[in-house]
């Protein structure tokens, strides 16, 4: 007989009938059948076991203890929390809110291979954010003119420069434009005496991304990015257990998700985390993607809460920032924190060299405890930034 083991997952539905709904949610999550004639005590330690512990007339909040120790992967974890339930037809909606697994399911997943501790320690552990510049525009570049960006970006303070998550390209013009971007790193490390850094990302059929983010490795890309929700949860999982390069989950498509027929923000969070990511890309407050600052909270809390030997993540904020949108996350985050910027570095009209320092000038301008509208009078970058991105879009 197989030890039980099991996953508290809490979930929020809708039915006509929540306490019939949260008994079929719970068998369909393990046996699968109300009774047959073939049960053991093998297949009664598969068995779920749910209780409401909120309910409203048609809405409950319903916590289900589910059977994990079979549950060795990405995909297992997937189908086992988050599976069919949602097509049960006595069910309106269903929202998975969270789920706790215990240390012995966690010891099976790769979480998170560098974590924040070992990202500040590549970094020479500098007390600020980690800056990282989305190379624009997002497409139609050759490597020699997104080489030369990358390199204005971190000449001008960027610590990170990457692709824009929409970037796809052959095999050969990857590999090209990769060398332009880690040759611009190189140079800019050089000059300034800090760690530069190119992020990979490598969009390809599931079959070939391992060997794209192995190519990418040798090739000297200090960190990638995956987008998790579009490749699948499995796929981060995959990179993440090769223990290269810190790998960041971009939240590309997982909006989809955050539904209340869905997930919680929480909920993916905490798979993103198990599933191998340094560190979590959240949209950002006072830009151009939708963010709540309770879901910026729960990202954070997630990143750093214990979870069995896991190493924390680093939280990420972008979408439409740039050096006027900085201060409202160091009062979040403090300095603990990624910042990303495309626009609002290249799109400065001085160009991204100043676009970088505009955002580092207004950091130093938190450090100090100097309002931007006060600092920006005696730095040129800055002023500009701020004027030129009065209005974003």
């Not at 929020?12 to 005590?41: F, H, N």
């Amino acid at each position: 007989m197989t030890k039980t083991e099991t996953i508290r997952a809490t979930y929020t539905i809708s039915s006509r009938d929540p306490e019939k709904a949260c008994r079929l949610i719970a068998r369909e999550m393990s046996v699968g059948i109300k009774k047959t004639g073939y049960e053991s005590s093998g297949s009664d330690s598969f068995e779920a076991h749910a209780r409401i512990i909120d309910q409203g007339k048609r809405v409950a909040t319903i916590e289900i203890d589910v059977p994990s120790q079979r549950i060795f992967s990405a995909y297992g974890l997937v189908l086992s929390i988050a599976g069919e339930i949602s097509c049960l037809n006595i069910i309106k909606s269903i929202e998975l809110n969270d789920f706790e697994a215990p240390d012995s399911l966690l010891s099976r997943f790769p979480g998170p291979q560098f974590g924040t501790a070992e990202i500040d320690r590549r970094r020479k552990n500098p007390k600020r954010p980690l800056f990282i510049t989305v190379l624009k525009p997002s497409q139609g570049l050759s490597p020699r003119e997104f080489g030369h960006i990358a390199y204005e970006s971190l000449v001008g303070g960027s610590d990170v420069v990457k692709s824009d998550e929409l970037l796809q390209e052959p095999d050969a013009d990857y590999r090209k434009r990769l060398a332009a971007m880690v040759e611009a790193a190189k140079r800019a490390e050089e000059e300034t005496g800090e760690p530069k850094w190119a992020m990979m990302h490598p969009v390809d059929q599931p079959t070939r991304m391992l060997a794209r983010y192995r190519a990418g490795a040798d090739a000297g890309a200090k960190i990638s990015m995956v987008s998790p929700a579009a490749s699948g949860f499995p796929m981060l999982e995959e990179l993440a257990r090769t223990g290269l390069v810190p790998i960041m989950a971009h939240m590309a498509t997982s909006d989809w998700l955050w539904q209340k027929h869905g997930m919680s923000v929480r909920a993916w969070a905490r798979f993103m985390r198990m599933c191998g990511a340094d560190l979590i890309l959240f949209p950002a407050l006072s830009g151009t993607l939708k963010s709540k600052r309770q879901h910026l909270k729960d990202v954070q809390d997630i990143c750093r809460l214990p979870m069995g030997s896991m190493k924390p993540s680093l939280i990420v904020v972008g979408g439409g920032m740039h050096a006027g949108t900085l201060e409202v996350h160091a009062r979040l985050f403090g300095p603990d924190f990624a910042y990303i910027c495309g626009g609002g570095v290249c799109g400065h009209p001085d160009g991204a060299r100043a676009g970088a320092r505009s955002v580092r000038q207004a950091w130093e301008a938190h450090e100090a405890g100097i309002p931007v509208d006060e600092y920006r009078k005696k730095h040129r970058e800055l002023d500009r930034a701020l004027t030129a991105f009065q209005k974003y879009v």
